[in-house]
């Protein structure tokens, strides 16, 4: 079976589907994407995604010539045409500046390329789930304020890679961010969270982190149910005494943590909290797809 990837406008078979190497993404990775993934063929909060896209595309200066409701159809077309819209499918939304015309700044007159990959997803093990994972802290430190930089998804992810390998090379699947002062920051593919005495914490969208989309999912499901959540500064020492941990993405949903760095989380994992807000997340993801399929007729 083929493969279809859409570039600017057109389904091309994924082995004919081809980007100049003059394409500002390749040669300075000038570019943002957005990772979402539908179930069984509901796009999960791809309005959030795009709106997401949108709003670093107008503060990244991109010369836009499409709109939001032509991406999301150019989304659904791509998910139909790879005959996932009944499985669980894994959608990338890329779009570059174009193709280099020699003025490194952003007035060259440049024409984007919007590029969509749908594929099948592979599940994450499910001992993730019921058991919690690893995670570590990066030997990359941010500095205290970071960079405004941090808060778009951009394609250059370097530095989420680096922390990703750090992390796989240390037996963990996950990799945080500190800052120099050993503040919590975010994930290298994920925002975080702690519980200590039945109140969530976690790091605040001030200090230039990425506004994960399951991030604002996760604090409303709180807010709705009456759950104490912050939004405030979080030092290492907090996470680590913290009786529940888990991290967020669109990708994976809600994982529970198990150990950061060498300290074992004490209560038992996934704790009372974490198990409560995976429940009623899997809840919105199944209200979510009853609406999906009512906005698609
Ligand atoms: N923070 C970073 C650095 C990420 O790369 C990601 C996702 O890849 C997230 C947070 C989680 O964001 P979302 O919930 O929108 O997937």
Known sequence: MFKFVF???KLVVENRAKISVKDRGFLYSDGLYETLRSYRGNLFMLDAHVLRLFHSL??????????EEYVKSAVIKTVSKNNLSRSDAYIKI??????HSGELHFGGGYKPNLVIIADSLTPYPEVDYTEGINIISSSIRRSAIGSPLYCHKLLNYFENIFAKNEAHCNNAQEAIFLTRDHLILEGASSNIFFVRRSVVYTP???QNIL???TREVVINIFRE???KIRQKKVHYRDIINADEIFKTSSVAGIVPVK???RFVVAGKVPGNITSKLMKLYGDKVEYSKKKFYLRKT
């Open 7 to 9: 570039i600017n406008g």
């Open 58 to 67: 107008k503060v990244l200066k991109y010369n836009i010539p499409f709109d």
């Open 94 to 99: 890329i779009v570059t500046r174009g193709i």
């Open 204 to 206: 605040p969208l001030t």
């Open 211 to 213: 506004p994960g989309v």
């Open 225 to 227: 149910n009456r759950i």
């Open 259 to 261: 150990k950061i760095d």
